[in-house]
């Protein structure tokens, strides 16, 4: 009988043609029914199309036995449960760029990936893709350079030490720097090569698999390549058997707990910029949004903390409504604002956010096209993928944690209201004249079709640093009376005064002509009004909101 099993799974991920389903095959002594491109779409477009899984046993590191659990005395008496060992399945996911939904998938389920690199052709299109998808999933990477053996042989060792340079170089600015880089043959002679040529490199990859891995994992099943086991986890490749049943009928879907999946039909996550990705992440853009298993288009918005909380540490695994959040029309970063515009040009363009300060979180809402199935605190992961694929670009767009799924169909009315997302609104007049020392005549700030009366009782500050309170409208042309609670002060008085006084003084003729022009040159200078006020996205009133 055997002993205990602990089951890891390592990923095998690359660009399409880098030889991974080889890899696989190299390395696996058990393959499952979805394993070596078995289906025959698969066979006849000579691609992988879906993940597939096979396995290899090596005895358990003794570094790794201290950290599972002992077996049941109780199982374990009058049977020799034989040497423990360590279970490694593989994920085969495919490399053609039009199935980055099942690679993103296969990566969500895997412990340590293996980045799978042509060395006749070094990193490609979708390696940067699957690399950029590692540092979001997974913790642990090796790099394995297949095909060594169409490297001439005298320049072998040379061609891989400079590609071995080029991979180091290449994972310096992300979280796998210094991962291992082996070199290896996994199907020499190509495809079309007899199986008697033996392939070079496995055994020095499987000690440095072994030597990685640090996830362990209880043992688990129900039947688990061809062993029995009693339960299972996120990731395992499982087999259940189940009567009177016709797996014709059965869809790729979940199994899951009770109460542990929830349909949503938007959400509210962490979002994160992937780097590489060069467009801006726009308000109001459409991505392609996978979590778990499905993709389906999306719709987002962006907003941050308030800005005198930019600086607060983030918050991963919950989301606080009694909080209030800033609108933003694109996702805030330092490299966003083009250096062609001015500040103030930049600022209005970016959204809410001043002098270039990027918040240490940022939220998006996500409103999907169709409801998606899903755990609370899933990664989610956004794409382009429309862009061409022949193009020199990372398609990843930005990848976050959903904090709160929004389960009612009718959530625009039962639950947005509660997220209390606000835009800053700052509208500027001047001051025409003045009435007495409480009170001056306003203009410029509203059109003469705007009903002043929804604003009567805001706050406006005057740029000699007085505050005033909208009063009444004044005329037909969308001037407005401005009350001053504190009076104005001598030195504004200053300022308006002499408008006044010459007016006063004017009767007729060249005198009064001449005061006009005087009076022209002051209104030059006039003193300035700001009107600032928050309204908030989701409020059906369209409230105006004035910090007291």
Not at 420 to 431: E, F, I, M, S
Not at 528 to 545: A, E, G, N
Request: hydrophobic residues 40%; contains cysteine; positive net charge.
């Amino acid at each position: 009988m055997a002993g205990r099993r602990v089951n890891v799974n390592v990923g095998v991920l690359g660009h399409i043609d880098s030889g991974k389903t080889a890899l696989a095959r190299a390395l696996s002594t058990t393959a499952s029914t979805a394993a070596f491109d078995k289906q025959p779409q698969s066979r006849e477009r000579g691609i992988t199309l879906d993940l597939g899984f096979s396995c290899f046993s090596v005895p358990l590191p003794a570094r790794l036995r201290l950290a599972i659990p002992a077996p049941d005395p109780a199982l374990e008496a009058g049977h020799d449960l034989g040497e423990s060992e360590l279970q490694v399945t593989l994920v085969d996911c495919p490399g053609h760029a039009s199935l980055i939904r099942t690679i993103i998938g296969g990566a969500q389920i895997i412990d340590l990936m293996m980045l799978v690199i042509d060395v006749t052709k070094g990193m490609q299109t979708q390696s940067a893709e699957c690399l950029v998808i590692g540092q979001i999933a997974c913790q642990k990477l090796i790099v394995v350079l297949n095909k060594v053996d169409l490297l001439a042989e005298g320049k072998r060792q040379t061609a891989i030490d400079k590609m071995t340079k080029k991979m180091q170089k290449t994972l310096e600015n992300t979280k796998f720097q210094g991962a291992p880089i082996i070199a290896v043959a996994a199907k020499p002679g190509g495809p079309e090569a007899p199986e008697t040529e033996a392939p070079q490199g496995i055994s020095e990859l499987i000690e440095v698999l072994s030597a990685w891995i640090q996830v362990v994992k209880k043992v688990k099943s129900m039947q688990m390549f061809h062993m029995p086991v009693t339960s299972a986890m996120q990731g395992d490749r499982l087999g259940i058997c189940v009567t009177q049943f016709d797996p014709k009928l059965l869809e790729r879907g979940l199994v899951c707990a009770p109460e542990s999946l929830h349909t949503v039909y938007a959400a509210l996550i962490s979002v994160e910029k992937i780097p590489y990705f060069r467009a801006p992440l726009q308000t109001k853009a459409k991505f392609h949004i996978t979590v778990g298993h499905e993709t389906v288009m999306g719709r987002l918005m962006f907003f941050s903390p308030s800005p005198d909380s930019f600086d607060h540490e983030p918050v991963l695994d919950t989301f606080d409504f009694s909080k209030e959040y800033l609108f933003q029309e694109q996702y805030l970063c330092k490299d966003l604002v083009p250096g062609a515009v001015s500040s103030h040009q930049a600022n209005e363009k970016v959204g809410q956010a001043t002098e270039g300060q990027c918040p240490q979180q940022q939220w998006a809402l996500i409103e999907f096209e169709k409801p998606v199935t899903c755990p609370r605190l899933c990664l989610v992961i956004g794409s382009r993928l429309d862009a061409d694929i022949h193009a020199n670009m990372c398609r990843l767009a930005f990848h976050g944690i959903l904090l709160h799924g929004l389960e009612d169909k009718n959530y625009a009315e039962s639950l947005l209201p509660r997220l209390r997302v606000y835009k800053l609104k700052h509208k500027h007049g001047l001051v025409e004249r003045v009435i007495d020392n409480y009170s001056v005549i306003g203009r410029s700030l509203f059109k003469k079709e705007t009903n002043i009366q929804q604003f009567v009782g805001l706050k406006v500050q005057l740029s000699t640093g007085e505050l005033g309170i909208i009063n009444s409208s004044f005329g037909q042309s969308g001037k407005f009376k401005i009350h001053i609670p504190g009076g104005l002060s001598p030195e504004s008085k200053k300022i308006l005064t002499p408008s006044l006084k010459k007016r006063s003084r004017a009767s007729g003729g060249e005198v009064a002509k001449q005061e006009e022009g005087a009076e022209h040159l002051e209104t030059t200078q006039h003193v300035t009004l700001i009107l600032s006020f928050k309204r908030y996205v989701f409020d059906t009133h369209k409230r105006m909101v004035q910090s007291p």
